[in-house]
Structures are given as structure tokens and as C-alpha cells.
């Protein structure tokens, strides 16, 4: 299975790499924890520095442009995964955390009036 969840990706506790996809610009700005950043037109370029000995999860902006790499790659040779809807997913996740986290803080106030 090439794609795996966001969620997938915090559960795999093995070494891994964690690739970013999207510019520099955009990279720069935010990224998943612990990604490097080759933009997803210079992979090809970059092969040679991804590991075969590990897992590799690439992330996109919505998963597509990973889903091609991670084909591509898997069938080379290479443990590859996308990140189903790419980037999204992690932000998604990460407002779903930092909800939680508000919910609780609220919780705790309520209680101590």
C-alpha cells in the first residue's frame, strides 16, 4: 500500500525520513516535524540522497504528486509512502490537537468556578 495516513506516519516508529515536497518558500514557512524539503520537480535529481534502508514518506500539498513519486519509487526498490491528502492532512491534524487542547484548558476553568 503506498498511501498511509498522517496518523500512519506518527504510528511508524522506526527510523524514517520525511520528505516535504512543496517549495522552499512554502517549506520554510511550515513543515511536518523533522522533514527536509526537495521539491517534488527536483526529486528525480535528489534520488541518489534517499535511502533504500529505511521508510520514506512524502508529503505534498493534497497527495498527489506524492502518490506518483511513491509508485515510481516503490516499484525501484524503495519503502515509499504518501501522505494521503498531503500537507492538508497535517494541518487538519494539527488543528484537531490544538482543539483538543483548548477543550481541555476550557474544561479545567469550568470546573475551578
Known amino acids: 500500500m503506498?498511501?498511509?495516513?498522517?496518523?500512519?506516519?506518527e504510528q511508524d516508529n522506526r527510523e524514517k525520513l520525511v520528505v516535504d515536497l512543496r517549495s522552499r518558500e512554502?517549506?520554510?514557512?511550515?513543515?511536518?516535524?523533522?522533514?527536509?524539503?526537495?521539491?517534488?520537480?527536483?526529486?528525480?535529481?535528489?534520488?541518489?540522497?534517499?535511502?533504500?534502508?529505511?521508510?520514506?514518506?512524502?508529503i505534498c500539498h493534497t497527495g498527489q504528486a506524492s502518490n506518483d513519486l511513491a509508485i515510481k519509487y516503490a516499484d525501484?526498490?524503495?519503502?515509499?509512502?504518501?501522505?494521503?491528502?498531503?500537507y492538508h492532512s497535517y494541518l487538519r491534524q494539527k488543528l484537531e490537537h490544538l482543539m483538543d487542547k483548548e477543550t481541555v484548558v476550557t474544561d479545567i476553568d469550568t470546573d475551578k468556578e
Do not use: C, D, R
Not at 525501484?76 to 498531503?86: K, L, V
Open 26 to 58: 512554502e517549506y520554510e514557512k511550515e513543515t511536518y516535524p523533522g522533514a527536509v524539503n526537495i521539491y517534488w520537480k527536483e526529486f528525480e535529481e535528489h534520488i541518489a540522497e534517499i535511502p533504500k534502508n529505511k521508510p520514506v514518506y512524502l
Open 76 to 86: 525501484q526498490g524503495y519503502e515509499m509512502y504518501s501522505i494521503e491528502n498531503g
Open 2 to 9: 503506498i498511501q498511509k495516513t498522517i496518523e500512519e506516519l
